[in-house]
């Protein structure tokens, strides 16, 4: 008999991994103990999954696998913050990234190798889309990302001469879809990432700590409401259809008025009570007073919160992020109207080199860490090395 490949049970939620383990004769708690030792233990090994049957295991270990997707590369800075650059095939690369911060840690997942949407400020979009990531590998950004750093946890109270930690710690408290590709593009797949991130035999996160990103596809938000309302943001970056059309392409098809009632719609189920806008400030292009006045129009329709993210340049863009002092102005306008706003720091110049040399090397070249965290990140390993 030929075989056959194994079937990788890290994107399974509960109801598949019971039925799979139902068709052998086993009890639906064995889903459970399965899940605990995959997501909440990080094990890879069904032989070390010392409390299943011998029986079970060996069966498993036949038929099953536990398999996050491949990394290519890893960067860290001084500071903590990780980059994992996941190979997923056929040259094509997605970046997961790492934030630390004094009170919580934050994990960015990629959701697509690519995207159709094609924004002319994203470098993801200027590549073009290659293809929907997998529950398994969206989740196995989170598994892989989690056992990496509980195994730094680990070394390090070993240095100590401390024991490592009988339970995984929590050192990822918050998960943000703002990776690579838009998530509501990928809708099966991503909400079967989330609903992972939330069970409580898997990562146990609460609504509130895992937060989609999307560009605004209206239809796929209403069913995020129904299916699993976690929090939301949505990428505004312009406040009129006339600006947004170019920006955001999608706008095309769900223009700005039915976007806003799309958000009022999901803000009654959502487990916040605020939008996240997220809004990149282009120098010349929607930076201007007037914009900022025409955003407190649609500040007036959803109860939102404002996070302005200085643009990244990268080359192809023909695009220019606005003036530091440009930023804080905008920002001032929406605050003296009574919108909490925040902007997002940017990284220094001199990360761009190291994000140029990993450019080199995959099809794709999106840089999330251009987009996200504003630390210095140092190359540890080189691509291909
Ligand atoms: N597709 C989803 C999620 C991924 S993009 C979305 O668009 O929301 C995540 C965030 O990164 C978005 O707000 C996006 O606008 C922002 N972004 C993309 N390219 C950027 C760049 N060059 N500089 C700064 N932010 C960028
Ligand atoms: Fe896609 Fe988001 Fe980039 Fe736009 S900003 S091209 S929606 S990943």
Not at 179 to 193: K, S
Not at 249 to 274: G, Q, S, T, V, W
Not at 332 to 360: E, N, S
């Amino acid at each position: 008999m030929s075989s056959t490949e194994p079937i990788n049970l890290l994107g399974m939620d509960s109801p598949a991994l019971a039925e799979l383990v139902g068709q052998w004769g086993c009890k639906p708690f064995r889903a459970k103990q399965l899940m605990r030792w995959m997501h909440q233990r990080n094990e890879d090994s069904f032989d070390r999954m010392t409390d299943l049957a011998r029986d079970f295991r060996q069966q498993l270990s036949e038929r099953c696998s536990i398999q996050a997707p491949e990394v290519s590369t890893e960067q860290r800075s001084s500071d903590g913050t990780r980059k994992w650059l996941f190979d997923v095939g056929k040259n094509n690369a997605v970046e997961t990234v790492f934030i630390p911060e004094d009170d919580r840690g934050t994990l960015c997942i990629s959701s697509q190798a690519g995207c159709t949407v094609a924004c002319p400020f994203c470098s993801t979009g200027y590549q073009g889309f290659n293809r929907n990531l997998t529950t398994a590998e969206i989740i196995g950004q989170l598994w892989y990302a989690r056992r990496a750093l509980q195994a730094d946890l680990d070394a390090a109270r070993i240095g100590q001469s401390l024991e490592p930690l009988a339970e995984p710690s929590r050192v990822i408290t918050n998960v943000v879809m703002m990776g690579m590709g838009e998530p509501l593009l990928n809708y099966d797949q991503v909400l079967g990432a989330l609903r992972l991130m939330l069970d409580d035999n898997a990562y146990g996160l609460s609504r509130r700590r895992v937060t989609v990103s999307t560009s605004g596809v209206v239809p796929m938000m209403d069913r995020l409401a129904r299916d699993c309302p976690v929090a939301l943001a949505v990428s505004l970056h312009a406040p009129n259809d006339a600006l947004r059309d170019r920006l955001v392409p999608l706008n095309r098809k769900h223009p700005l008025a039915e976007l806003l009632a799309a958000c009022n719609r999901y803000l009654e189920h959502a487990p916040r009570d605020f939008i996240t806008f997220e809004y990149i400030m282009l120098d010349g292009v929607n930076d201007s007073d007037q914009h900022a006045r025409e955003l407190i129009t649609i500040a007036e329709q959803v109860r939102c919160k404002f996070n302005l993210i200085p643009f990244n340049p990268f080359p192809q863009s023909g695009l220019k992020r606005s003036p530091a002092s440009r930023v804080r102005l905008f920002a001032q306008r929406l605050m003296d109207a009574g919108i909490v706003t925040t902007v997002r720091k940017t990284r220094g110049d001199d990360i761009a080199a190291a994000c140029g040399q990993l450019a080199g090397d995959v099809k794709d070249r999106t840089r999330i860490n251009e987009r996200l965290p504003d630390r210095a990140v140092i190359e540890i390993k080189q691509e291909r090395g």
